[in-house]
């Protein structure tokens, strides 16, 4: 039975005075029995690393394919690692898009950062066109096998579907729609790995918001969810790790 992993994404948002209101407002209430993670911008992890109630991960939004060097403006594995921080996003939309990374990129970190010992979210969606056009099966498979590939350490990766056209944007993907390409995913992985397919776990991100959580978390194939906005608000995010009781 996989366990729900319910990830906030706060993207470029928070100052680590900011972080550290956030980590006092959580850490004062009950949660479920769900796994957390909060992906923060690199100067609020040493802040919620101190402050968060240990059973949250924290967690980096990127990290660098290389150990070390003239890399102006990245991070590294063993710099994140020297801070208690062993969990990151890799692949993001906004990374792909914005700062060009492509499949290889993604890979190469992906296979560095497990290497390393890290356990990776690995993003993957469709663009609005991609849909339109009935291609998006065909994309994030391809966005999974070349993310994934040579990867030995799968145990350690998560896969986020995270359809862009439902970043940010309001428009979610219907539970039903989001289920079918978790599954699809899931079959890609059992194809491609055999039986790990069963352990790796499958969320759902794009507009997931408090009063959407329990549908979308209700179903078998989606394990959990990444936020973005409603991540920001700890209050809206607590109502999304408690989950069950909208169920
Ligand atoms: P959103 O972002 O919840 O604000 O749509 C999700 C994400 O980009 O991870």
Known sequence: MRKKYICGNWKMNKTPDEALVFAKEINEKNLDDVDILIAAPFVDLDILKKNLNKNIKVAAQNVSEYSDG????????????????NDVIIGHSERRDIYFEKDYIVNNKVKHATEEGFDVILCVGESLSTRENNEHF????????EGLDDVEELEQVTIAYEPIWAIGTGNT???EDAEKMCEHIRDILRKTYGDIADKIRILYGGSVKPNNAAEILSKDDIDGVLVGGASLNANDFIKIINYKENL
């Open 70 to 85: 003239a890399y102006t403006g990245e991070i590294s594995t063993t710099m994140l690692k020297s801070m208690g921080i």
């Open 173 to 175: 993907c219907s539970a």
């Open 138 to 145: 065909e994309f994030v498979k391809n966005q999974i096998l």
